[in-house]
């Protein structure tokens, strides 16, 4: 049987990591049990008022987010504050499908379009590998806001 998994992040801004994850990815920042959001409504906000109406109060330090795949397939994303700085290269990264089922050139062009809408959100581009048939079919190399990296692929 298989398990199901969450993926957790060790950040500063947490907001800031989970906001950039959900575009990154296409998931959703979900509000707190029991209530609605609005299309305009922060749900991270929202998460600020539920913590406060059950009396534990919001500490900066202690906020934590999460993000959610919006059809339930994908693993949860849950990032939490930490104090130390990302120091080495992570051992485990993330590889974004941005360009499932194309080749050559077309997918190579998906994969820029995609680096570039990240870029306009804080990501940095690290390395491009151009295909190289049979045994690569090309990818970009990029950092998250806070250094993480991951492949768009």
């Not at 049990?33 to 202690?62: C, N, V, Y």
């Not at 050559?104 to 690290?126: K, N, V, Y």
């Not at 090309?138 to 950092?143: D, E, L, R, S, Y």
């Amino acid at each position: 049987m298989s398990r199901a998994v969450q993926i957790t992040f060790d950040c500063h801004d947490p907001i800031r990591q989970a906001t950039f994850w959900a575009a990154a990815l296409g998931y959703v920042k979900p509000g707190p049990p029991g209530g609605r959001l609005g299309a305009d409504d922060d749900p991270f906000a929202a998460w600020q008022e539920f913590i406060k109406s059950l009396g534990m109060g919001t500490k900066p330090e202690e906020f934590r987010a999460a993000i959610e795949d919006p059809q339930g397939r994908g693993p949860r994303v849950f990032f939490q504050i930490v104090p130390e700085d990302k120091t080495v290269k992570n051992r485990v990264h993330l590889d974004v499908r941005a360009a499932p089922g194309l080749q050559g050139d077309e997918r190579m062009t998906a994969l820029e379009d995609e680096c570039q809408s990240l870029l306009d959100l804080g990501a940095q581009r690290l390395e491009r590998c151009d295909p190289s048939p049979p045994m690569e079919a090309g990818f970009i190399v990029m950092a998250d806001p806070e250094g993480n990296e991951f492949c768009l692929d």
